[in-house]
């Protein structure tokens, strides 16, 4: 360790953090650096517990006076997403992240540095050690493998912990507070297809949509920024020549928009001039319409190749049913400003054996979530596909008038002399996985800025993680005096 990263303050953060950097912990095969956790706890001489997956919890008394208040738990994630420049060779399994200061900004070289959420275990783990805190009784709760499944949050089993509330160390934004996130659920429909020959006299179009940004299904769900599955759609519907369908393809993820669709149809012969204007028309008509939202969305006509047409029937259903589908914002917060409440991804079309359909729907509440995925249900029945849902785990609904939120908001404004800003995020977090297994259980998640995170850019400002380190010393405070 160089110099200027062991005069770093608080010491025994920034000892956690940089001894964290040393154990490779990749998502899934962070074993080692989660026995690690444990061993701190062990050598403070706390009790340690571990779980059937691998995630750890360790408590520790309160500071004399307060054992009478109730129990807080704090929370971070100790695997780390793994991403590295061109050219660094870096061995994710064995090499130690070569951390490195520039300024106010620790970096790793060549790599994402991890402090999602390095930092956020060595600031629970520098709690524990701490002997000069006034603080409730504590746990803290280290999971596993949050980046690649919420494995960890997942699996954890009611009635382990204890604390009436939770402070969840994984945000990177100084200034806020996170107090809900969305669920989600997948839907696949299905349609039996029957397959017929191509007929006589007919061409092979390959039409399609092209261009769209595409994004984050949660994230970037609320940015008007074109579906090309469902601009495929409208444009077929607008095709003014009866077609039929061979195959549709479009998007390869449920949760990121569709950049691109495309159809493979067959016209008759006459036809095809008409359909070529229409599909003309079209294209000017969406990418005027998503303007400068997504500016590069627009439709073209290729000659394409089809050995088999879907009968008459089966390409209207599934025409109709792109058309029918929701995508987008379903409903706004009316809790938090600007927050989207409900959306749907209309992500993914196939064509295989059959036509199939994948959307991923979203919300914070999940009566709501619920009644969305009961829709495509709905719609989706009615053009003859079946359907079932997969993959589905709970919103975190937001409290802004929540005791635990106030005293956060307290501390921040104590320390910096602003008004901290309550947000929810559009998307999953393991708070949503945690409050399903303790209902009641106020939570929070605020942290230090990060910037880049995921990306080898990835970089943590050390004079907002020493303001993350005395907000969390405050509200713990504020936590035991009541
Ligand atoms: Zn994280």
Not at 193 to 207: D, F, I, K, N, Q
Not at 209 to 215: C, F, P, T
Not at 328 to 349: C, D, K, R, Y
Request: proline share 5%; with cysteine; glycine share 10%.
């Amino acid at each position: 360790m160089t110099t200027d990263l062991a005069d770093l303050q608080p010491a025994p953060l920034w000892h956690y953090f940089l001894a964290l950097s040393q154990i490779p912990r990749a998502s899934k095969q962070e074993a080692v650096a989660a026995e690690w956790v444990a061993e701190q706890g062990r050598a403070l001489g706390l009790t340690v517990e571990r779980d059937g997956v691998g995630n750890v919890l360790i408590r520790k008394p309160a500071s004399p006076g307060f054992a009478h208040r109730p129990v807080v738990a704090m929370q971070a994630h100790v695997d780390m997403v793994c991403e590295q420049n061109e050219g660094t060779n870096h061995d994710f399994t064995v090499d130690p992240i070569r951390v490195r200061r520039e300024g106010d900004l620790l970096r790793a070289t060549g790599t994402t540095l991890g402090a999602d959420d390095g930092i956020g275990v060595a600031a629970g783990l520098a709690v524990l050690a701490a002997k000069d805190l006034v603080h409730p009784p504590i746990e803290l709760l280290i999971t596993i493998d949050e980046e690649t499944g919420l494995t960890g949050a997942n699996e954890l089993r009611s009635g382990w912990l204890a604390g009436k509330y939770l402070l969840n160390l994984d945000s990177e934004e100084e200034g806020h507070v996170t107090i809900g996130c969305a669920g989600g659920v997948d839907t696949e429909a299905f349609r039996v297809v029957t397959w017929e020959p191509v007929p006589a006299g007919s061409v092979a179009l390959r039409v399609k949509v092209h261009g769209a940004k595409g994004g984050h299904s949660g994230g970037d769900i609320h940015l008007g920024r074109a579906n090309a599955i469902k601009v495929l759609a409208q444009v077929l519907g607008a095709a003014g020549v009866p077609f039929r369908v061979a195959s549709v393809a479009g998007g390869n993820k449920r949760n990121a928009i569709p950049r691109e669709a495309v159809a493979v149809i067959t016209v008759a012969a006459a036809d095809e001039a008409a359909l070529r204007a229409r599909v003309a028309e079209q294209a000017a008509v969406w990418s005027a319409t998503f303007g400068a939202f997504d500016p590069g969305v627009t439709a073209s006509v290729e000659p394409g190749a089809a050995e088999r047409v879907a009968s008459e029937g089966d390409g209207k259903a599934l025409v109709n049913l792109l058309m029918a589908l929701p995508h987008g914002v379903e409903q706004m917060s009316p809790a938090i400003p600007g927050l989207v409440q409900t959306s749907t991804n209309l992500g993914v079309v196939r064509t295989e054996a059959g036509f199939e359909v994948n959307l991923l729907s979203r919300s914070s509440i999940e009566a709501n979530k619920d009644a969305l995925a009961d829709r495509i249900d709905a719609a989706c029945a009615l053009a003859g596909f079946s359907t079932q849902r997969v993959g589905g785990y709970p919103g975190w609904k937001p409290e802004p008038g929540a005791w635990l939120v106030t005293v956060i908001a307290e501390a921040w404004k104590a320390q910096s002399g602003q008004e901290i800003d309550v947000m929810a995020i559009h998307a999953g977090l393991e708070c949503g996985l945690i409050g399903e297994k303790y209902p009641g259980m106020e939570m929070a998640s605020f942290g230090p800025d990060v910037r880049d995170a995921h990306t080898p850019e990835e970089n943590l400002s050390i004079s907002s993680t020493q303001r993350f380190w005395s907000l969390l010393v405050d509200v713990l405070e504020r936590l035991a005096k009541g």
